[in-house]
């Protein structure tokens, strides 16, 4: 089964590619604080989505050299 995320997008600058920026918070080993990390993933589009959106992505075969996900879906 492909890895799935969910996150937002970021940049549709791109044809038929959108940056999406997944949020993760993890906490901090010795002082127990929790931290965000954020991390960008370029993703394959086809629906059409539009800067600000929840989406979910899917880990896919390589569109290109730095396009490994596909957007699945928008979530509300």
Same mark, same amino acid.
């Given at each position: 089964?492909?890895?799935l995320?969910i996150?937002t997008?970021i ?8 940056v ?9 080993? @010795? ?6 990390? =954020? ?20 880990? =896919? ?10 957007? @699945?879906?928008?979530?509300?």
């Amino acid at each position: 089964m492909s890895k799935l995320k969910i996150g937002t997008v970021i940049s549709t600058k791109m044809l038929k590619t959108v940056v999406v920026e997944i949020k993760l918070q993890i906490k901090h080993p @010795l002082y127990k604080k929790a931290i965000t990390r =954020t991390r960008n993933f370029k993703a394959h589009d086809d629906i059409g989505t539009k800067t600000g959106q929840k989406v979910k992505i899917a880990e =896919t075969k390589p569109y290109s050299k730095s396009v490994h996900y596909k957007v @699945l879906e928008v979530i509300k």
